[in-house]
DNA sequence: CCTACCGATCGGTAGG
DNA sequence: CCTACCGATCGGTAGG
């Protein structure tokens, strides 16, 4: 047929192939400016076709967004378990969140930007989970002020302004280039604790 | 024209106002998540009655990002220009990059998540003005590192990291709070200091 | 300012 | 997997 030569591998397609296809274009235009025959062109197949593997476009952008938001809740429960200190926890949950938008670029921006595109239950959940994360964040900041390891005056603003810093490494990041993503996430750790006043 | 003058419960409707109210629909649901219905509907008229005031959708668009995009690089132009040493120009570029995102946050959300929707001539003539932006900023922290007052080892970490730190300004800033958009952008300025390693 | 309407495109289904 | 097609919605125009 004509139209096979337009898209990616021709291997078998399924839900996982499906979905990576959807994070790819729903990253680079947008959720509401993608459609799902740009989807199928991916893949190499027609836009009905896709709908033996999915169930509708919005469930896609639910699953995607879900997924995220709940391994980033999980990444930052598992640095605090792993570490003692206000000052070594919130050095790993920010380096842990910083890997993440380095290793999971498209799945960071689509949550980003169109995670308030969700209906809502699934955009309540998914905007929990974030503040849950962001309270997080900024508790380990007032644990630190609290335990006298942290000079801020403004823990909400550090730690806003933390999380977004983070959110930066998705739009840049290149595993192609010289620094690695662990080093990327480890210097962005520092800032952190320089933004939260950690006393030396 | 010639309905300009009816006492009608609503003010008169012009370009100012149309955009005006582009500005709150795009920010809030992003431009392809936008009808021009919404638009309308914010000003208490249909659709159609907005093309009496404005060329297209897609220019509504182009105008708002070109007109935030050279506002921004006129600010840090003014920034460079005002001071004298890299470390308080630094600080200076920073300040009212932030101070921008709180007293224009919709303005600052829709370039972020929608300039790339933008055709080509604009789109790259905006992408040009933000990335001269960075540049400029991340030019200020080398040239701190050449006279010796930055420790960083990394400027274009810095100043990508800087910049999104900003942005978080745009989507939590609330003019109500007890903290002014002045004291924020003082205080995020501060911040971009210590991530470029001022020694004190 | 409005209603009526245009062509285009969308998400999704039917049926093979 | 495909083509054919559905109803809905969109940006924008015509005409008053």
Redesign the interface.
């Known amino acids: 047929m004509a139209q096979s030569e337009a898209g990616g591998p021709r291997g078998t397609i399924d839900a996982g192939r499906v979905r990576e296809a959807a994070l790819t274009t729903f990253a680079r ?5 993608s459609s799902m025959g740009q989807v199928a062109a991916l893949l190499g197949v027609r836009a009905p076709s896709l709908y033996n593997h999915m169930a509708s476009k919005d469930l896609l952008l639910e699953e995607i967004v879900l997924a995220t938001a709940e391994q980033v809740w999980r990444d930052f429960e598992d640095a605090v378990r792993t570490e003692r200190t206000p000052e070594r926890r919130l050095w790993a949950a920010v380096r842990v969140y910083a890997l993440r938008h380095a290793t999971h670029p498209r799945e960071a921006v689509i949550v980003n ?2 995670a ?2 969700l209906a809502p239950p699934a955009r309540d959940r998914a905007l929990a989970l974030l503040r849950r994360h962001e309270r997080g964040v900024r508790g380990l900041i007032e644990a630190g002020v609290a335990n006298g390891r942290f000079g801020t005056e ?1 823990p909400a ?2 730690s ?6 983070c ?3 998705a ?2 990041f290149d595993g192609g280039g010289d620094r690695s993503a662990a080093e ?1 996430a480890e ?2 750790a520092d ?1 952190a604790l ?2 939260a006043g950690a006393r030396d």
Do not use: P, T
């Open positions: 235009v947008g959720f509401h400016g930007r169109d308030r595109s403004h603003l550090v806003f302004g933390v999380l977004e810093m959110v930066s490494v739009k840049w990327v210097i962005y800032y320089r933004m």
